[in-house]
Each structure stands twice: as structure tokens, then as C-alpha cells.
């Protein structure tokens, strides 16, 4: 049987460095480089490829000047051919067997046709920061996602082309939680999701408080985002005083991940849920208003 044609999609934004590993990864994988290609979706027009930079021969690298992860995810899922797409981040390394155990757990089990795979994170170094310490109770949680949700992000996220051909592509006005809004499309048109614990791919955990508020900011602006319709300041101050209660139902899921924490690191990273969260909450409330959401 004719191995099934895939396509990997990587959008970048200034980061060479970090896609180079994630390209070499991808050309050691043991899935036959004749049936997958990989698009790289350069969404910083400015940026030009550095001099000697490795290229896998399947692979092509194109230019989105339009604004946005998903836009240039979009630009990827159209420059493509494959059956199956698949999608990471240009600061991801895969696994080498990835896109052949994905295509196997396709196959093996035709009842679903998306799959979250196994994000894991790597640090620095064994001594953990307090950004570190939050990673690895909240970052990437794809089990849960799957279980809770029946979505995935795409850091590590396959789908059948039919998918978005059915229930349409991201959406282009999102700069955050475009994964999260398309992975509710379909599941709601009953397109069922896997999580694949050996679909895997390594990620660099955030390693400064600084990163992660500027995510926490950057969720914000994608979550006022979500609402197509307008809303008035009575109604998005409402909406802000919901959003700054204390995360109280993360406490069970700290307790879970957290095991190899002392008390006060787990209290520390129920602090720096509940700071994220205001922060969040602030940003998503002033977008409401009218601010710009940010890319950064």
C-alpha cells in the first residue's frame, strides 16, 4: 500500500536559530522523505534566510506578510498537497519517529481523524526557575485538552486535509487561540480527536516570568477576540470581575503535576496562576474596548 502523503507545516517569526533544530529533526525522520513535504510560512517579510542555511531537500520555505501564526498556517495548508497535514512550532523538535507514528495511529483506528501528540518540555538546566516550575504543571497539557475539550494546539497537531476542507480554515483574526477556536469547529461537526502519547515533540519550557506574561497577554487579546459580536463597557466589565476570581479549580491539577514539588513551590505556582490570570483578564478587557491585541 501506497504510504500516505503528508505535509508539515511550520510557521516562523524571526527564528531561525530555533527552526534550524527543528529541521534537522525533521530530515532524520524515519517516515520515507518521498511522502511528506514541509512548508515553512516566513511571516516576518523583513527577515531574509541566513546565508548556509540547511534545507531539507522536501522542504520549501514561503513568505506570508500578512500578520499572524494562523494566517501564515493558512498560507502553509494552502501551498499544500497532502492528505494528511500535519503542524509545529518552529521552537519544536520532533521526535524522529513522529509523522510515522502519527500516519500508524491514523491507520490503525479509523474512528478519529485529528490528533494531539505528546508536547515535552526541556529546561536549562536541572535547577528550575519559577517560570519553569509553572511549565510543568501548565504548559501543554494535551491529554487534558483532548479529554476536557476534544481540542489540541498546534504545536503538535495532526489532521486529515478533509477536516478543514469541511469545516474551514483558522481564523485569520486571531493572533492567539486560533488552535483552540478551529479545534472546536471540529468537534463540534463530531470530527473526533486522539491523543497520541507517542506522537511526540520537545519544547523549550518558558524560562523567564517575562515570557509568560507576555503570553498571558497575548491569550487575553485572542480571548476578546473570540466574540464576533461587539460588547459594551458594562457588559466586558462584567466579564473582567467573572475572569479575576482566584483559579481555585487549578488547584487539584498543581496538586497532580506538582507531585515532585515541595509546598511552597506549589503555592508559588498557584501565585503565578492566579498573576497570569489577572493579567489576562486586564488584557482581554481592554481589547474588548477597542485596543489592538498583541503578536507578542
Known sequence: ???????????????????????????????DANFFEIIIVNNYTSDRIPDDYFIPKNCKIIVEGQPGSYVARNAGIKASVGEILGFTDSDCIPDEDWISNAVQAFESDGNFTRI??????????????????????????????????????????????????????????????????????????????????????????RHHLSELVKKAKRIGGGQANFSKVSEGFFQSALKLLYDLRPPIR???????????????????????????????????????????????
Request: hydrophobic share 40%.
Open 116 to 205: 494531539a501528540g505528546k508536547i515535552r518540555l526541556y529546561y536549562k538546566s536541572d535547577r528550575l526557575t519559577n517560570a519553569e516550575l509553572y511549565e510543568t504543571v501548565y504548559a501543554f497539557n494535551q491529554d487534558i485538552y483532548v479529554e476536557q475539550d476534544g481540542t489540541g494546539v498546534t504545536a503538535n497537531m495532526f489532521s486529515f486535509r478533509k477536516v478543514f476542507d469541511d469545516v474551514g480554515m483558522f481564523r485569520e483574526d486571531l493572533l492567539s487561540g486560533g488552535d483552540y477556536e478551529w479545534a472546536v469547529r471540529a468537534r463540534n461537526a463530531n470530527y473526533n480527536i486522539q491523543y497520541s502519547d507517542n506522537v511526540i515533540v520537545s519544547h523549550p519550557a
Open 1 to 31: 500500500m501506497t504510504p500516505k502523503f503528508v505535509s508539515i507545516i511550520i510557521p516562523t517569526y524571526k527564528d531561525w536559530a530555533r527552526l534550524s533544530l527543528c529541521l534537522q529533526s525533521l530530515a532524520n525522520q524515519t517516515y
Open 250 to 296: 487549578s488547584i487539584p491539577l498543581i496538586i497532580l503535576k506538582g507531585k515532585k514539588m515541595h509546598l511552597a513551590q506549589k503555592l508559588l505556582v498557584f501565585y503565578i496562576r492566579y498573576y497570569l490570570s489577572v493579567i489576562t483578564a486586564r488584557e482581554k478587557f481592554m481589547v474588548s474596548l477597542g485596543k489592538s491585541a498583541r503578536r507578542e
